[in-house]
């Protein structure tokens, strides 16, 4: 397994218990992925993935961290060694803004913020010189999903003076849309807990434009309304200036990196840029895929879903390659 997300784990401990030796590479320090860095311990405590990592161990998944597959370990190395690969790796590549003054100081994709905060929790040690905090600051985060919200509930247990969160969708209404009957997913306003704490939350907004200020560090952030989707037409009159000294770009990712692990695989790519993989197993055989890496952004419990599906689509691989020895 190559990342020790949701996927990467449940297909882990699928594959032990049917009997295989599995191996999990992470190429953090500790085993959990966006379990353990990317969800902050006030939406979900990590005893819990301790807990189930005791277990996978006392089962025989061997965990290896500090392994960076296609970086510090070497693909064809593993291609060699094991009959399997799963790519469980997540979709990690941020979608960006690229607006004037971006490039300013204070400027940061979430998964650099929220991380560090877990790190902190978990009694680590984050050095100052890299240190991302939102203590005494006005705080404004650009993108109104789950990321946002952890982005939110992180900034106030880190006491900041303001947060603004904008999203440019427009407001979901408060009952679920007629445009949406169920089983679709629901089109209606979603609270989580980071909302009711506090901050302002606004809607059909739109960033122009990050103000520095002498030392090159943000110091504004200038907004304008704007219509519905798909166009998002400004609307005129409605431009504004907030002054803030934080910004967290929280408006999802885009598929997995591509560097490195993929770029050296080999793997095929969907039109959206996710591993192809329709039946688990990519253009490469031997080599699966499953959770936000084939399916893009979504879900823990699609990810957990998707690994055991891929343990499923790589026991039958396995039994077949040994029915032919």
Partial sequence: MIGSGPAGLAAAQQLARAGHTVTVFEKADRIGGLLRYGIPDF????????RRLQQMEAEGVEFVTNAHVGHAISVSDLRRDYQAL?????????????????????????????????RRVAGETVDPATAILATG????IIGGGDTGADCLGTSHRQKAASVHQFEIMPMPPGERSPATPWPLWPLQLRMESSHEEGGQREWAVATVRFVGDESGH??????????????????????FVLDTELVLLAMGFTGPVKTGLLEQLGVALDTRGNCAAG???????GVFAAGDARRGPSLVV??????????????RHLAGSLQTL
């Fill in 279 to 285: 039946n688990y197993q990519t253009s490469v055989p």
């Fill in 86 to 118: 799963l790519i469980a790796v997540g979709a990690e590549n941020p979608r960006d803004i690229p607006i004037p003054g971006r490039a300013l100081k204070g400027i940061y994709p979430a998964m650099d913020f929220l991380p560090q905060q877990n």
């Fill in 137 to 140: 600051k006005r705080v404004v």
């Fill in 302 to 315: 699609w990810a957990i879903a998707e690994g055991r599906k891929a343990a499923e689509a790589i026991d």
């Fill in 218 to 239: 943000v110091c504004q952030l200038e907004g304008i309304r704007v219509g519905p989707w798909p166009n998002f037409e400004p609307i005129p009159g409605s431009e």
């Fill in 43 to 50: 939406k979900m405590e990590k005893h819990w993935i301790d």
